[in-house]
């Protein structure tokens, strides 16, 4: 054997040892034949069992006498392994080991020589994706060793004391073999020597720089990189040639135009005067796992906001009923006509400041919806008079219907507003006019695309808006949810309108995407969940009958512990005909409630300082005096504020509303005390 075979066969193990996968080779007896360093390091087996010639059944019995492979009788263990060895059949597995690491265990055979086993610990890439799994906006760790063959080296060597020409053909066999095996591992490998010429890569490395093997040997890392990357590379070899290990990432555009991440890891090839002499190269293509760290960021940031907003928005609706409460009361009382051009636009005013929160409330995914099977096909038909109207005579509207019904579980008022705000945006797009396009079909989304879109598998509607505007710029395409962002002119738009969407896709169980490419157009596309069609008539839009006002025999109690906000609804109730008394917390409440017998109604506030809150209130009250009609008032619209007020059976009447709407609420509540619906809120502009 030439000592350059050697040299060669030296640098190839050398560079197998350097993987942090196990790998074993066993003949077809089965027996251990090679290994690497990294076997005894992850499966902890003693030093003195891993040696050539150690049966296979010698390994798989001591695993499973010290239950690495669970309970059960161990000879059974033992036998249904060795089988699967026997067998010589490809095979994946994964595996958790008592001490809590994860490997992945594949096993590939070696045509009339026995198999090859690689064990990837995989512990940290699996947390990585529970963490993903666990915050929607989902990481997905996709760095996934996978590897197949290992040519039994060791077996050549031993017949190494045979005719010198029987030694090198055995060689030349296991060099081939064994470039067919690091060809098959999905990492990226390779050898470059001092002077930066490639000596050796596998064919993923290759193939992720749009070459073939041949073509990358004896090719410099200048040529290969390109003068972007380059000088990075060479800023890692200066610190490599000190002897030290490196590792970085970096990015590069691929010939479609997309971006591919790779973390690659050099490790120095030390002389024996301990001079640097060449470069291993380790490299893992990281482009998935970038992507689902940019989705989990995002769903934060957006979680992040919409908690705000959340928040922001009581402020604003006990802000915004003190306003219009006041409003109403003085418009009321004034002669027709009378302050008219100032009244009428400072009403008109707070309540477009009341639809403005409960944008934001539809962001934050706390404003309650209405869901039903809706047959989207015909609602988007009903809409296109709306549409043609809202739109320029340039802009041409088309519709794209499923040839059969497809029904989703959605609140259909608010899918009307989404489409309405789509629409709206598309215009604005086109000034010089185009082609609007709303298209319905069906989606199935799978296990394997589930996690990445943030999804549960099943069934789903899918809704496409696209227009021949344009466009809107890459950098911008982040941000086109947040709140109050807009890429009109100052004064054109409020910047809710896409986060409303956004909010409401969510909120319904679906998710949404924009794509759009600047000057051609853009695509909006979303996804609700599908849904059986009803099996009785749409009563939806059924009128409701209300009662005309009903009187109650003693005081109604009234719990808010803004002063502003408590005097206006007391000037409503007053109004109504009602006597109040007034209560600023939830212990004063208890005590009028423990001392005055003829209250009649309690409507109190569900979130209050002072040790008792609006729930446990009405708790104590259903318990004191069961018949009691109850009405509860909140500016809050989270799941968590609202949290225990559905089993409570009470009607939850939102803030900001007027005396009309509070009317209704209680002429429903006096009708049915105790089982009450409750009440739809109405819009303040209505």
């Known amino acids: 054997m030439s000592s350059h075979e050697l040299r060669r066969y030296d640098l190839l193990l050398a560079g197998l040892d350097l993987l942090d996968q196990a790998i074993a080779v066993f003949d077809a007896t089965p027996k251990l034949v090679t290994w690497n360093k990294a076997m005894l390091r992850l499966l902890d087996f003693p030093e003195s069992m891993v040696r050539v010639g150690t049966p296979f059944e010698e390994f798989a019995r001591f695993n499973a006498e010290r239950g690495e492979y669970g309970d059960g009788d161990v000879d059974r263990l033992v036998a249904e392994r060795l089988a699967a060895a026997r067998a010589f059949l490809p095979h994946y597995a994964e595996r958790e080991r008592p001490n809590g690491k994860i490997l992945a265990i594949r096993g590939v055979p070696i045509p009339n020589l026995g198999f090859v086993s690689l064990w990837t610990d995989i512990t940290e890439q699996r947390r990585a994706e529970q963490v993903i799994h666990e915050q929607n906006l989902e990481l997905e760790a996709r760095v996934r060793a996978r590897t197949q063959e290992l040519e039994n080296a060791n077996a050549c ?44 890569a596998n064919r993923g490395y290759a193939e992720w720089f749009g070459l073939t093997k041949e073509e990358i040997v004896g090719r410099s890392i200048a040529s290969v990189f390109g003068a972007e990357l380059y000088p990075l590379v060479v800023k890692q070899l200066a610190i490599v040639d000190r002897g030290e290990r490196v590792s970085y990432e970096y990015a590069r555009k691929l010939a479609n135009g997309r971006m591919a991440h790779a973390r690659s890891v050099i490790v120095p090839e030390m002389s024996a005067q301990g001079a640097v002499q060449g470069y291993f190269v380790l490299s893992t293509d990281i482009t998935e796992q970038k992507a689902s760290q940019a989705a989990l960021i995002q769903a934060q940031k957006m979680e992040a906001v919409g908690q705000l907003t959340g928040g922001l928005a ?25 302050l008219a051009e100032h009244l009428d636009p400072a009403l008109h005013a707070a309540r477009r400041g009341a639809e403005l929160i409960k944008r934001l409330l539809t962001f934050s995914r706390g404003q309650t919806l209405e869901p039903r099977a809706v047959e989207v096909g015909a609602l988007v038909q009903d809409m296109a008079q709306l549409l043609a109207r809202s739109l320029t ?80 710029a890459p950098e911008l395409l982040p941000r086109l949810f947040e709140p109050f962002f807009t890429t009109k002119p100052f004064g054109r738009g409020s910047g809710l309108g896409l986060a409303m969407v956004y909010g409401f896709v969510r909120q319904s169980g679906g998710n949404i995407r924009i794509r759009s490419t600047p000057g051609k157009g853009t695509t909006v596309t979303f996804v609700l969940p599908r849904a059986q069609a009803p099996a009785t008539p749409d009563e939806q839009g059924a009128a409701v009958a209300v009662g005309a006002g009903r009187s109650v025999s003693g005081p109604v109690l009234l719990v808010e512990d803004e002063p502003e906000v408590r005097r206006v609804i007391r000037l409503q109730l007053t109004a109504l005909g009602h006597t109040v008394i007034e209560a600023a917390d939830g212990v004063e409440a208890w005590l009028l409630l423990e001392a005055v017998s003829d209250i009649a109604v309690l409507v109190t506030d569900t979130i209050m300082p002072g040790g008792i809150g609006g729930r446990e209130l009405v708790t104590r009250t259903r318990a004191l005096r069961p018949d009691m009609p109850i009405l509860m008032i909140t500016g809050y619209a989270s799941d968590n504020a609202l949290a225990g007020t559905a089993e409570l059976d009470v009607p939850v009447l939102r803030k900001p509303f007027d005396q009309a709407a509070l009317a209704v609420a209680l002429d429903q509540l006096l009708e049915h005390p105790t089982t009450a619906p409750t009440p739809r809120e109405e819009a303040p502009d209505r």
């Open 157 to 200: 060597l031993a017949r190494a004391n045979a005719e010198i020409d029987q030694i090198a053909g055995a060689l030349r066999h296991s060099e081939e073999k064994l470039k067919t095996i690091i060809d098959s591992i999905p990492a990226l490998i390779a050898y470059v020597g001092r002077d930066e010429v490639y000596q050796f």
């Open 314 to 338: 009581h402020d604003f609706n006990n802000l915004l009923t003190i306003i219009i409460g006041n409003l109403s009361a003085l418009q009321s009382q004034v002669a027709p006509g009378a």
């Open 393 to 472: 005579e340039n802009v041409r509207l088309h519709t794209q219907a499923p040839p059969a019904p497809l029904h989703a579980f959605v609140d259909a008022h608010q899918l009307e507003n989404a489409l309405l705000n789509l629409a709206l945006n598309a215009r604005d797009a086109m000034p010089d006019g185009g082609d609007l396009t709303i298209a319905i079909g069906e989606r199935r989304i799978d296990e394997g695309v589930a996690a990445l879109v943030e999804l549960p598998a099943g069934d789903y509607v899918q809704i496409d808006v696209t227009d021949t505007g344009s466009g809107i």
